[in-house]
């Protein structure tokens, strides 16, 4: 199932016609944040083992504000995504992308 930033609230403002985030929403915005990290994780597979740069390949593929290393602790920090303690592999661990509650901060 093909996901767009439509699907999950996003601003036009945030992303362009190929479904990519160009622009990063201020902290104010953590809603719009957190829509924004609930789309690029529909991007990866459930339990499937990626590598750092697999991770970074996929983010880069979706935004365009070349901050992939912010996406990607972002996803981490707040459960969505699990890693080897060393930081090189990498694992979606959220199942059910609507139900996603951030688990390391509040909204």
Not at 24 to 34: C, D, E, M, S, V
Not at 46 to 55: A, P, Q
Not at 83 to 97: C, F, H, K, M, S
């Amino acid at each position: 199932m093909s996901t767009s930033p439509d699907d999950f609230g996003i601003p036009k403002q945030y992303a362009d016609a190929q479904g990519r985030i160009i622009h990063w929403p201020r902290r104010k915005n953590r809603k719009y944040q957190l829509n924004i990290l609930r789309y690029l994780l529909t991007k990866f597979e459930l339990d499937r083992i990626y590598t750092e740069k697999e991770v970074n390949d996929i983010l880069c593929e979706y935004h365009t504000f070349e901050d992939w290393a912010m996406l990607r602790r972002e996803l981490f920090v707040l459960g969505w995504m699990n890693r080897e303690l060393n930081g090189t592999d990498y694992q979606r661990v959220a199942r059910i992308v609507d139900d996603m509650i951030p688990s390391g901060r509040a909204d």
